[in-house]
């Protein structure tokens, strides 16, 4: 996926981009089941509120076939490269499964 030059625009004036329907609802839904599983793992990784319930979990792409290969699609690495013009890596991923507003700070 090629970004146009008005969207480049937009980024550069704005300091955002907002992609609607990237993923369709089916991987949207298979990405879901997937972070329910990998937030299971114990794993140092995994990021728990005091209550014990899991707030986040960095790096899925790691230990998780999925997020591994949503990391590098095509339709995500390519626009990002066209904004920074230049070649793009993973700095760091997360999932947050903590609920909005609620949990520790």
């Known amino acids: 996926m090629k970004l146009s030059e008005t969207q480049v ?3 550069h004036d704005n300091g955002y981009l907002l992609l609607e329907n990237l993923f369709s609802s089916e991987e949207v839904n298979s990405m879901l089941s997937e972070m329910n599983r990998v937030v299971t793992e114990d ?6 509120e005091k209550n014990g319930s899991v707030r986040s979990f960095f790096a899925p792409e ?3 076939e999925l997020f591994r290969d949503v990391v590098r699609l095509e339709r995500l690495v ?3 490269e066209q904004l920074v013009n230049s070649r793009v890596y993973i700095h760091q991923t997360k999932l947050n499964s903590k609920h909005a507003l609620l949990g520790d700070w």
């Open 78 to 80: 390519t626009p990002a």
């Open 62 to 64: 790691q230990s998780n």
């Open 9 to 11: 625009q937009f980024y």
């Open 43 to 48: 794993s140092p990784r995994r990021i728990l």
